[in-house]
């Protein structure tokens, strides 16, 4: 009679914990763990541009070191505004990130009204840091910085140069190297790296500039280097400074996040990117790229884009476009 009670006794007190233990987060046996499926990696620009090379030379160690498959997706447009609006406003779950370049989140916000701001992200590490080279189209009546100034100021707008969105990097760049020149050039804008370079190609525009894998993945030429000192990949190339023109700039990118991202999954993120960026795997697909991988904490990285920020708000308002 006594066992017959007790195993009452014990099936009524598992039927009751049994809900109260699905309810509790972690209580029940088997939870999923993060990641526990593909992670999605947004692209704010279109294949074939610098980001895009950048994040398919950063995925397999990546997606090993998160022992997830990651899945690239290109949302080009507007500058790289696009695709980072689609990663600010993801569902914080960890499945949706992105690897974004300075120029949507420094640049365009003092632009452009936009729906998000550096406050909407959660930055997790910095990947790469690319000196920016002036890169030539294969149909330009020149083939350094001397000709492409002489003959811009031959006519006004004689010269075409392309950018990948006005007030991006590559835009500040060449139009202050222009300005310092007495250079008044014809804009034409485009959605991204890879479209740009196919226009240099087809002779649509002369002049653009860029990170160094464009010209290494197209075989345009290479005029000249916004860095301090040359680059030992284009050993023949001089630096902008060596042509009279001390200007100095690069293109920045790292990992980023819903802002809202939980700290267990951006802990596990975090550990990964910098896994993933220290891999013989990405160093080799970078460096054959002439790119920089170049690590940086989260905390780091974000602080940069802020300091940076601020100091292209004051370089767009010298330029008068601005809005505030």
Known sequence: MRGHWWNRMRRWGAGLLAPLALALPGAALGQESYPSRPVQLVVPYPPGGNTDLMARALQPALSQALGQSVVIVNRGG?????????????RPDGYTIGLSPNTPLTAQPHLVPLSYSLDSFRFLCLVYDNPQV???????PFRDIAGMVAFGRSKKEALVYGSPGQGSTQHILIARLLRAAGVEALHAPFTGAGPMAQAALGGQIMAFVESPSIPVSTGLPVAGVFNAARLAALPDAPTVTEAGYPIVGSSAGGLIAPASLPDAAAAVLQRACGEAVGSESFRTAATRLNSVPSYASGAEFRD??????DSNRRVLQEMGIARE
């Open 304 to 309: 940069r884009f802020v300091a940076e920020s």
């Open 78 to 90: 507007a500058s790289g505004t696009i695709g980072d609006a689609e990663i600010a406003r993801a």
């Open 134 to 140: 002036l890169v030539l189209g294969r149909e330009a």
